[in-house]
């Protein structure tokens, strides 16, 4: 790699039209496992947005004509290849009275910070029940426990009965008339109302930003889980987890292989209909320190690993995030096919992860967040993009990105330097 | 029949360490020997924990072995015949978060080796810290924290603590985004990764062997 001129400026003079080509094609080319021009940058502002623009987190997005500004005025500061704000919107949580989230303003101070509230939103009496027929469950039980303006489905009669044609108008459709059952539904509306508003922003969002020469980012667009961590995150949650994993192995085990099946019917039909080739998979109760290899072998490990190769067999990237620390599981991954998955990871030791799946995935991440935090020197932020550069980024197969997809907190001047030294130590020679 | 009990939570057999429970107090021992045997069984599991032998499911196993254990001798326990603790400790995740998993943890843990335990729950404002440890008089406070926007409480916290006059008090701070930079930061005494590490802090700050 030539280390000796400031790379960052052989951009100037471009057109956006030019640049977005370039970024899209250097992207694109990390994730193939080859070599692009210089390594690819990717920059998860989050909550730093709100931070620049001197606006709270509840501002941030109740005004997404100011967000999008304040996006905007990164991209073009910081000139990374790809680039995203903060999480989604909070309508549609508030619309159907949803207990696993809290939002700034809405459950949290204005200035407070996107948590998920994870519940035992399913009880280990409730296993046969979902094992028997998860999607009755999931609509009778699940949703009216979750959500609480959605009690009134708890009314309906089981799902069933639907398949009963013209005996199901007769015995059960004036149920739903019934008070509860009419604001559920009407609940369910108005989110999917806001969802769709909040999708044709994201649309809009990323038109302004193609048209500034950054490329469109929609990998985090179709989500599906482990299928551990889908019975943890939003149902059993890590307690009821880990006590079904000792108490009652065989009936968790059986609902991963329920959970993955509809996930897969999901992500494939979705992923169709859309043309997006990426599914994100955030992975959480897998990492180190939460359960043994031989647990790991058992109840995690399998069942993902069959996800992903399912989704590659229907031409699908799976772009997984690598939560935690994952250096004593990197060798599972390393059985991944070559060249098909994306791996984003968030404090492993990222130089292991290069010698061990370098050849497997593309990387992605590298700096931590603690780096650019206000006290921090440029030089030791320099030195640190510089060996990561060199080392991770070897023979191509690397994003250089923020190890948390945040920013909140961290010193403006020291991302510059993080960002440019990407772009300065990041070349490849011919 | 302690060592049976032991043994019985050690290796996870929930339902033979209820009933040798219910044994030994149908055979009229002191319920002071039971908790006794939970004890030494969850020095085992620390240490295992500490090791890397065993893991979180079976840290929450033994919490809910120990549960039903001690639902079991409550009713036989005199209340002047509790336990000697080594020294009190205020713990709670620091305001804006509300993440409670880790938090409960090394609360649990902190409790079975020995020491007095006062769980303020998620979102602390640094001034209920500062209440509850005047009112306990805790020597040791332990500061929880998922999120990276945690560090900011966590420094708010330590300095409230100092402002009120508690400068003999020790702080540990925990949670995914620490290291010693943070710590540093914060101002936090010490830190840690996992709840045996502050097991072993509380145990240096209260000068337990």
């Known amino acids: 790699m030539d280390t000796t001129k400031s790379q960052f400026e052989v951009d100037v003079g471009k057109t956006p039209e030019q640049l977005l080509i370039e970024r899209q094609q250097r992207v694109s080319d990390a994730i193939q496992l080859k070599q692009p021009d210089r390594i690819p940058l990717m920059m998860g502002m989050g909550y730093k947005l709100a931070e620049m623009g001197g606006i709270t987190k509840q501002e941030l997005y109740e005004n997404p004509q100011k967000a999008q500004e304040l996006l905007e005025k990164a991209a073009l500061r910081y000139k990374p290849d790809l680039i995203f704000g903060h999480w989604h919107t909070p309508k549609p949580s508030i619309a159907v009275g949803d207990r696993m989230t809290k939002w700034p303003g809405y459950g949290l101070a204005p200035n407070g910070s996107f948590q998920f509230n994870e519940q035992e939103f399913m009880k280990a009496e409730d296993y046969d029940e979902f094992l028997e027929d998860p999607a009755d469950w999931a609509i009778r039980v699940y949703t009216p426990r979750a959500f609480q303006n959605c009690q009134g489905l708890a009314l309906l009669p089981p799902l069933g009965m639907w398949a009963f044609g013209y005996y199901n108008i007769l015995l059960n459709y004036q149920l739903l008339t019934l008070p509860p059952v009419v604001s559920a539904f009407e609940a369910l509306y108005k989110a999917a109302q806001y969802q769709s508003e909040w999708l044709n922003q994201a649309l809009e969002s990323a038109k302004r930003l193609a048209a500034l020469g950054f490329p469109p980012f929609t990998m985090l667009s179709i989500l599906v889980e482990a299928p551990f961590d889908f019975m943890s995150d939003t149902l059993r949650g890590m307690r009821g987890i880990f006590l079904d994993m000792m108490r009652i192995p065989e009936k968790l085990l059986a609902a991963e292989e329920k959970v993955k099946r509809f996930q897969l019917k999901y992500a494939i039909s979705t992923s169709k209909a859309t043309g997006i080739p990426f599914v994100f998979i955030p992975l959480h109760r897998g990492s180190d320190g939460f359960m043994s290899l031989e647990q790991f072998e058992r109840f995690y490990w399998p069942q993902l690993k069959d996800m992903m190769l399912q989704l590659i067999e229907a031409g699908i990237t799976p772009w997984v995030y690598y939560e935690g620390v994952w250096d004593q599981r990197l060798k599972y991954l390393a059985e991944l096919p070559k060249g098909k998955s994306i791996g984003s990871f968030q404090d492993s030791n990222i130089f292991k992860v290069k010698e061990v799946v370098g050849q497997t995935m593309c990387i992605i991440g590298g700096m931590p967040l603690t780096y650019l935090k206000p006290g921090r020197s440029p030089s030791e932020v320099r030195e640190l993009t510089h060996r990561l550069c060199e080392e991770v980024g070897k023979g191509g197969g690397f994003v250089m990105a923020n190890n948390v997809m945040e920013l909140e907190g961290c010193d403006e001047n020291l991302i510059q330097v993080w960002t440019d030294a990407t772009r300065e130590f990041g070349v490849y020679s011919a | ?209």
Not at chain 2, 123 to 131: G, I, L, R, S, Y
Not at chain 2, 160 to 187: C, H, P, S, Y
């Open chain 2, 1 to 209: 029949m302690s060592q049976e009990l032991i043994q019985a939570i050690t290796e996870m057999r929930e339902e033979d360490a209820l009933k040798i429970t219910q044994q030994m107090l149908d055979a009229g021992k002191d319920p002071l020997e039971v908790l006794e045997a939970c004890r030494q069984a969850m020095e085992v599991i620390g240490k295992r924990f500490e090791a890397g032998d065993c893991f979180i499911p079976e840290l929450i196993l033994a919490g809910e072995m120990l549960r039903q254990v001690s639902d079991l001798i409550k009713p036989r326990l005199q209340k002047e015949a509790t336990q000697k603790k080594h020294g009190k400790v205020v713990i709670g995740t620091v305001e804006g978060d509300i993440h409670d998993i880790a938090k409960d943890i090394v609360a649990f843990m902190l409790d079975v080796n020995g020491f007095e335990v006062t769980d303020l729950g998620v979102d602390v404002p640094p001034a209920k810290f500062v209440e509850a440890t005047k009112e306990t008089g805790a020597k040791v406070v332990a500061l929880s924290g998922f999120l990276t926007l945690a560090y900011d409480p966590m420094k708010a916290t330590v300095e409230a603590l100092k402002a009120a006059g508690l400068n003999d008090v020790k702080v540990m701070i925990g949670g995914g985004q620490i290291d010693e930079q943070i710590r540093q930061f914060t101002g936090a005494d010490g830190w840690g990764r996992d709840a045996m590490a502050a097991v072993k802090m509380a145990n240096a700050w209260y000068g337990v062997n």
